[in-house]
């Protein structure tokens, strides 16, 4: 008979209700939890030991569902067949080359002496002690795919081997509709949710309409599951995890996790965060920051918040943060009204450089009459008035040389 809709510790009613425990090894004294929908123990490891002081094992059903989620196949449409360890290309065929969780979060697996099991439980344990809800990165690992159509998108602009580079470090996934998974996986490796997104693959635009708005994976799974009932959200920058594999890397931030993925396409020497919208940059998120060598590309029309943002934080964080109007300066007001990010103007500017090949600048000089330095497009660089760095600003260059390139390249304004 059901009791609950919760799974529930088995009554007793005999010697034979309570169980060898899989610690201590003692007859009868183990308790199973019951799985309501069966009536049936849920595993013969998931109960509690009546040995609470000489024992003391205790593993919940929260436990055992977190570390022995299913490889979601009815809810991504993946990269992974059931059981052989290989990948689908882009192209549909098959490759040889295994996803295992280390790939994803820049940890070498084989290094750790311990199996992909062993981790995850691990991982859950450190995750309890501290009281944050998050994911399984099973659900990252089954979802990784280059089947989207915002990666379509990118193939149309940047080379395949860079795009490659992309869905590995960000671990970008894919739904079977084609939408893409953005993951927030914070500095610890904790998968803290996915955003779900659908794009027109001919502009990279993102779809707005109610089958294409977006999506969360704790919602999802808190639909589906009473174990996430009770998920408490607290969000991370996307592309957060980066900053532990490159901790010397200067960091850039923009608003959209799809300018993130165009900005570490074509500028890789940063380490590109995105905010998640205008108001996901803030002190509690930019901890992670800290000493950290930080510039921030505001959207068209976000400028002056974003600056005030950027003194709260340099102050209260102790980072070194510019802020650059590269993108202010270059929409029209069109532009403005539909929205523009450095998305948008990198796009832009790869386009009126005239393409050799994708995502590679035409090297010749431009055959146009106009006179050095003036401004002949929204697609030309910025020259900024020459005059000398601060000494914060100066300090960052010194220990970064090419943060050089990135303000003679982008327009950055000191403030």
Request: overall charge neutral; glycine content about 6%.
């Amino acid at each position: 008979m059901k009791i609950s809709n919760l799974p529930y510790l088995e009554p007793y009613t005999t010697r034979d209700s309570r169980h060898r425990c899989p610690r201590c090894n003692h007859a009868r004294t183990f308790t199973f939890y019951i799985d309501p929908e069966t009536g049936k123990p849920i595993h013969r490891t998931v109960g509690r030991c009546d040995r609470e002081i000489k024992c003391g094992y205790h593993y919940t059903p929260r436990e055992y569902y977190r570390d022995n989620l299913p490889l979601c196949g009815d809810l991504f449409d993946g990269n992974q067949s059931k059981g052989n360890g290989k990948q689908i290309s882009r192209n549909g065929k098959f490759s040889d080359k295994t996803v295992v969780t280390g790939d994803l979060f820049g940890v070498n697996s084989n290094q750790s002496g311990m199996n992909n099991n062993q981790s995850e439980t691990i991982d859950y344990i450190k995750i309890l002690d501290e009281k944050i809800d998050c994911i399984s990165h099973r659900y990252v690992i089954c979802s990784k795919s280059s089947d989207s159509n915002f990666v379509s998108f990118l193939y149309d602009h940047f080379p395949g081997e860079r795009i490659e580079e992309a869905i590995d470090r960000y671990a970008l996934g894919a739904t079977r509709n084609r939408r893409v998974i953005f993951w927030q996986i914070d500095i610890d490796d904790n998968v803290r949710t996915g955003k779900i997104m659908q794009y027109n693959p001919q502009t990279g635009k993102r779809v707005r309409n109610e089958r294409g708005g977006i999506n969360w994976v704790h919602n999802i799974l808190k639909k589906r599951s009473y174990v996430f009932q009770n998920y408490n959200l607290c969000q991370c920058y996307f592309g957060e995890h980066l900053l532990k594999l490159f901790p010397n890397k200067p960091v850039a931030i923009v608003e959209a996790e799809k300018t993130a993925v165009i900005g570490s396409i074509h500028t890789p020497d940063f380490i590109w965060l995105a905010a998640g919208n205008l108001n996901g940059l803030n002190v509690p998120k930019s901890r992670v920051l800290r000493d950290r060598n930080v510039m921030l590309f505001p959207d068209a029309g976000c400028y002056e918040k974003w600056a005030e943002k950027m003194k709260r934080i340099s102050r209260e964080v102790n980072c070194t943060m510019e802020v650059s109007d590269v993108v202010e300066k270059h929409a029209t007001e069109e532009q403005l009204i539909n929205g523009y990010d450095f998305a948008d103007y990198v796009i832009e500017k790869l386009k009126g450089d005239g393409e050799n090949e994708k995502g590679e600048c035409d090297s010749n000089e431009s055959d146009s009459n106009e006179p050095a330095g003036e401004e002949t497009g929204p697609t030309n660089n910025i020259k900024l008035p020459s005059r000398e760095p601060s000494p914060a600003l100066q300090k960052m260059i010194d220990k970064n040389p090419s943060l050089t390139t990135l303000i003679d390249k982008f327009g950055l304004v000191e403030v």
